[in-house]
T-cell receptor, first 112, second 112 residues
Framework: KQEVTQIPAALSVPEGENLVLNCSFT??????LQWFRQDPGKGLTSLLL?????REQTSGRLNASLDKSSGRSTLYIAASQPGDSATYLC???????????FGTGTRLQVTL | NAGVTQTPKFQVLKTGQSMTLQCAQD?????MSWYRQDPGMGLRLIHY???????DQGEVPNGYNVSRSTTEDFPLRLLSAAPSQTSVYFC???????????FGPGTRLTVL
């Protein structure tokens, strides 16, 4: 059974700092990995999708990497801003289960 | 494009009542799914569909029914609501199973 872990559960950083969020998964037989952002009381917004054959994806200040063999992904946020405050979720699509398996998220607070 | 839409946004039910959560997408996506999100448990898959007329069970299907008569719509039916079904429900869609998933804004359901 696929399990996804995100560490840390919560993180507080001052504005302008670069930061890394971690995601690990137990079954490396994945099709893709997706990073989402969730604001309080809102739905999930897709940030980046990395296919299993890819090593990284970039969008603006965000860079996500994938090491499938070791079961790890990182989300790098450059020059953090207060508007980046949210919960960040990673999810892996495992073909055998035909579904996304989510981690429980990292709650990020960027302070002024 | 409206993307993925869900109605209602909020609902309060009494134990034993039935209701349907609506989900629609206007992106001509084949794959649609329903998740529930509970504190400390992350998002869990309830049911999914790989195309019109095809549905399958996810991780936590008991107490829920789905059907997919059109590509656009994927309603979730609660047959006899129980307090354990108090949760936030999200609908998602993607072009195919392994593509980027897009989520709706969610329905917050309370069962008394």
């Amino acid at each position: 059974k696929q399990e996804v872990t995100q560490i840390p559960a919560a993180l507080s950083v001052p504005e302008g700092e670069n930061l890394v969020l971690n995601c690990s998964f137990t079954d490396s037989a994945i099709y893709n990995l997706q990073w989402f952002r969730q604001d309080p009381g809102k739905g999930l917004t897709s940030l980046l999708l990395i296919q299993s054959s890819q090593r990284e994806q970039t969008s603006g200040r965000l860079n996500a990497s994938l090491d499938k063999s070791s079961g790890r992904s990182t989300l790098y946020i450059a020059a953090s801003q207060p508007g980046d405050s949210a919960t960040y979720l990673c999810a892996v699509f495992t073909g055998t289960a035909s579904k996304l398996t989510f981690g429980t998220g990292t709650r990020l607070q960027v302070t002024l | 494009n409206a993307g993925v839409t869900q109605t209602p946004k909020f609902q309060v039910l009494k134990t034993g009542q039935s209701m349907t959560l609506q989900c629609a997408q206007d992106m001509n996506h084949e794959y649609m799914s329903w998740y529930r999100q509970d504190p400390g448990m992350g998002l869990r898959l309830i049911h999914y569909s790989v195309g019109a007329g095809i549905t399958d069970q996810g991780e936590v299907p008991n107490g829920y029914n789905v059907s997919r008569s059109t590509t656009e719509d994927f309603p979730l039916r609660l047959l006899s609501a129980a307090p354990s079904q108090t949760s936030v429900y999200f609908c998602a869609s993607s072009r195919q199973e392994i593509n980027e998933q897009f989520f709706g804004p969610g329905t917050r359901l309370t069962v008394l």
